[in-house]
Nanobody, 119 residues
Framework: QVQLVESGGGLVQAGGSLRLSCAAS????????MGWFRQAPGKEREFVASISWSGGMTAYEDSVKGRFTISRDNAKNTMYLQMNSLKPEDTAVYYCAARPTFTTIWGSWGQGTQVTVSS
């Protein structure tokens, strides 16, 4: 199992930007697809974005397309989520997750980082 630690959350005004990082403690992160999820108060956890082991394939939830960019640096065992044009509805706890390539279950999760967007 991969140990994941998120960082970079905080309070930002609407229209601002944040970059989240997810550091993984594993020798070969390139064996894993990775993703970001979020959970707002009173709501279920939802998918935000994912990236393949090589970084060549990405996917985004519709509401963040064009505003968020997911990326990874396997040499640094780190994944990122650049969030621009933030909206109050982006307020949530953001979690990073990992799953072995060619599987469908997100088996490893971080502890989450809070993102709060004020209007």
């Amino acid at each position: 199992q991969v140990q994941l630690v998120e960082s970079g959350g905080g309070l930002v005004q609407a229209g601002g930007s944040l970059r989240l990082s997810c550091a993984a403690s594993i020798l070969t992160l390139s064996n894993y697809a990775m993703g970001w999820f979020r959970q707002a108060p009173g709501k279920e956890r939802e998918f935000v974005a994912s990236i393949s082991w090589s970084g060549g394939m990405t996917a985004y939830e519709d509401s963040v397309k064009g505003r968020f960019t997911i990326s990874r640096d396997n040499a640094k065992n780190t994944m990122y989520l650049q969030m621009n044009s933030l909206k109050p509805e982006d307020t949530a706890v953001y979690y990073c997750a990992a799953r072995p390539t060619f599987t469908t279950i997100w088996g490893s999760w971080g502890q989450g980082t809070q993102v709060t967007v004020s209007s």
